[in-house]
């Protein structure tokens, strides 16, 4: 276990190079393994998701190392074995390995994930797209089990916009015989980071980053190099910390289009954000205000940055409402913050929150990776010292985060209990 000791009141300010997404590269990675040779991924974020997936994929037989240029994923060894349960747990992207192994070796025996308990997270679209390719699927004994003699093409029509289940069905779909549309399909950069990779490696998936996705299936994929995009939740969160403790900071390493929607709502709150290339520069000076959030389906305000939008928005002037229309459970953060003395209560799924002129540091959870997040913000802006526990959360999606804040001036060091 481990805590962040923060000691609030800094301006951040400086420049933060940007890593690998998170949530391309954990579904990056297992994709690897679809294939008969060796691929390099750069721009691999260092997270703890990342280091966990390569662990349960190492554990099925494939040889994972970090070598010059990045990660090596060489998949000559990788066998339909049933990976940890222990591993399993501890991400949500380890339900891709259904998709993978069904491709390649037409059986799969995975135990359900585990991830951030933000909400009930069913897989019944996944089910249902994997069952349209002529899968057999039960869930029995705490596990996934898939077989299918020879995966088809197939329409799927998606009930929901599911992330995780577009990329699951284009996992399976890659090496399916005959042609798989996905409708309704999620249109996040990763699932197109996702598609450039599988057609570097000789698919052939068209329409990624629109809602609906074609896919013609092929017999075997090779490997290849592929540079994973840069993560734009963990740019929004250096973007919102700058601007919670009126700094400074250039935001290296990001596509700003990506990010579209947190400097749309950053500006209309009053914050200065200029792009130049593939940096933003964040300014803020004076109190910020209110604004209202609807998190959606991209390209519609990211859910991942709700929980350190809703910090910002509490030192906001005004009253600013929240509403989370993805995750039922992601208000998590708001209790803990209400210690630090924000004014936020929430009501079904919208947070009212009316904004208060300082914050003061207290002792706080970390209760999910994002909520950790808006804690963390929280502390560098409270006056006096902010203790964040269980920030393990927090490392599995945000690389060197203590670093990376020392870097732009803050006070915050990482202590193991
Ligand atoms: C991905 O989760 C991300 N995780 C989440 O990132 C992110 O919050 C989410 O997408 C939305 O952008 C990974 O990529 C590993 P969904 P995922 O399937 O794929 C409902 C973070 O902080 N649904 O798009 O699990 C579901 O309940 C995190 O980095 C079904 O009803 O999300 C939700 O309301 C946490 N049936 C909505 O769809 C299904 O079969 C969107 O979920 C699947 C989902």
Redesign the pocket.
């Known amino acids: 276990m481990s805590k962040l000791v923060i000691t609030g009141g800094r301006r951040l300010e400086g420049t933060v190079r940007i890593g690998g997404r998170?949530?391309a590269a954990?579904?990056v990675l297992p994709a690897a393994v679809l294939a008969t040779g060796p691929s390099v991924l750069e721009n691999i974020p260092d997270i703890d998701d990342v280091r966990t997936y390569g662990e349960i994929l190492r554990q099925m037989g494939a040889d994972i190392h970090r070598g010059p240029e990045g990660l090596v994923v060489d998949p000559t060894g990788f066998a339909a074995v049933v990976p940890q349960q222990e591993l399993v747990k501890r991400?949500?992207?380890s339900y891709y390995l259904v998709g993978v192994l069904l491709a390649r070796f037409g059986r799969a025996q995975v135990p359900l994930p585990g991830?951030?308990e933000?909400?009930?997270?069913?897989?019944?679209?996944?089910?249902?797209g994997l069952r349209a390719l002529g899968a057999e699927v039960v869930i029995e004994g705490g596990c996934i089990r898939a077989t299918a003699s020879q995966l088809k093409g197939a329409p799927i029509y998606l009930?929901?916009?599911?992330?995780?289940?577009t990329?699951n069905i284009m996992l399976a779909a890659s090496m399916a015989r005959g042609t798989t549309v996905i409708e309704n399909a999620?249109k996040?950069s990763?699932i197109v980071d996702l598609a450039n990779f599988l057609n570097a490696m000789g698919a052939d998936v068209r329409g990624a980053g629109t809602d609906a996705i074609k896919i013609h299936g092929v017999d075997s994929l090779h490997g290849c190099t592929h540079a994973i995009i840069p993560d734009d939740?963990e740019a929004a969160t250096y973007m919102i910390a700058a601007a919670a403790t009126g700094g400074d900071v250039l935001v290296a390493n990001v596509i700003p289009k990506h990010l579209d929607p947190i400097t749309a709502k950053l500006r209309e709150a009053g914050v200065d954000v200029q792009e130049d290339g593939d940096c933003l520069r964040v300014r803020a000076t004076g109190r910020l205000r209110a604004v209202d959030i609807k998190t959606l389906?991209?390209p519609g305000f990211?859910?991942?940055a709700q929980p350190p939008m809703t910090t910002l928005l509490s030192l906001a002037a005004g009253t600013s409402l929240v509403t989370e229309s993805?995750?039922?459970g992601r208000f998590k953060h708001v209790e803990e913050l209400n210690q630090m003395g924000t004014a936020i209560r929430v009501e079904g799924r919208t947070a009212i929150i009316e904004g208060v002129e300082r914050l003061s540091g207290a002792v706080v959870r970390a209760k999910?990776?994002?909520a950790g997040a808006a804690l963390i913000i929280a502390g560098l802006a409270a006056d006096g010292v902010t203790e964040v526990s269980e920030v393990e959360h927090v490392y599995r999606?945000y690389e060197r985060i203590d670093e990376k804040l020392r870097g732009l001036g803050a006070r915050v060091e990482r202590v193991h209990a």
């Open positions: 998170k949530n954990i579904a991400l949500r992207a991830g951030d933000i909400g009930l997270r069913p897989i019944d679209q996944h089910l249902k009930d929901v916009v599911s992330v995780g289940a990329i999620a996040e990763h939740i389906p991209y990211p859910t991942d993805i995750w039922e999910d990776l994002r999606g």
